[in-house]
């Protein structure tokens, strides 16, 4: 009962908005417009960008949160005096409210006092007027970069605790065979964590296909467009233009996607494990 009040109602009646003209004005009032919603949004150039943006930023975010958890998880799951505390504080970007995150991030994005622009100015990297988040070039590499900032907690935490499952004397043989760091990590420490990256890979694809929040207060999706990923063309389309119908049909296409990268992830599970049992 609590999935059918709660997702599948709103998904069904999403489903028939996307098939009707309806104004945020007039929301009681819809003329049915069967596919013209999806023809208008695939015709325009604006949102062929819009989706290879998404497609960038939530590559990018899941290959740099998870490779970056993975890095640190595998330092914290060494022995080293003070690794408590600093296993404590690698949590600190992931429990701070995403709007803190944005807003710290532009305050140090500023053109004038951030300190991101001094450190590029005293290596000899500014850019031009220090006007990152102005820049169509470095804008969505900042948003990448704040956005990986706050994930790589979460895949850190989770991976360090697949990599303490990891049977410490498999390792250890492997290493008394004469194998390296590497090939131990491949052979022992891998095929243990594998599930676990491919669960992260895909919690943080679907975190990223509807993170709004950083990359509306950070840019709007700005500057011209550059960092407008489907759920901001969504809200604009829906509070801006005041167009309830196109905004549902651009999140169908996010549910779409979605269920895509499922399937593939559900797909590319299944024959790993079907590899292991040969």
């Known amino acids: 009962m609590f999935i059918l009040v709660f997702q599948a109602v709103p998904l069904a009646q999403e489903i028939f908005l996307s098939f009707t003209r309806t104004t945020l004005l007039n929301p009681t009032e819809s003329t049915w417009v069967g596919l013209d919603n999806f023809v208008r949004i695939f015709g325009d150039e604006d949102f062929h960008r819009t ?34 505390w600093a296993r404590a504080l690698v949590t600190v970007p992931w429990a701070a409210p995403g709007i803190a995150v944005a807003l710290i991030a532009t305050w ?6 951030g300190i991101v622009n001094r450190f590029l100015d005293a290596i000899g990297l500014g850019v031009p007027g220090g006007a990152i988040l102005d820049s169509p070039r470095y804008a969505l590499p900042a948003i990448l970069a704040t956005t990986i900032w706050q994930l790589f907690p979460f895949t850190s935490v989770v991976l360090l605790s697949a990599l303490q499952s990891v049977p ?6 492997a290493m008394v065979d004469g194998a390296g760091p590497w090939s131990a990590f491949r052979a022992v420490t891998w095929p243990v964590i594998r599930p676990t990256v491919g669960l992260l890979a895909l919690l943080m694809t679907i975190w990223s296909l509807r993170r709004f929040e950083l990359i509306w207060l950070m840019t709007k999706g700005g500057p011209v467009g550059a960092t407008e990923t489907l759920v901001i063309d969504l809200y604009s389309q829906a509070f801006d233009s005041k167009e309830l119908g196109s905004a549902a049909a651009i999140g169908m296409v996010g549910v779409v996607i979605s269920l895509i990268v499922i399937a593939g992830s559900r797909f590319v599970a299944r024959a790993a494990e079907k590899e292991d049992t040969r």
């Not at 590559?59 to 993975?70: E, F, K």
């Not at 410490?168 to 043989?173: F, I, R």
């Open 108 to 113: 140090m994005l500023n053109p004038q006092y």
């Open 51 to 84: 989706l290879r943006t998404t497609v960038v930023y939530v590559i990018a975010c899941v290959v740099g949160a998870v490779g970056a958890g993975l890095a640190v998880a595998l330092l914290l799951n060494r022995s080293f005096r003070g690794r408590g």
């Open 168 to 173: 410490k004397d498999l390792t250890e043989a």
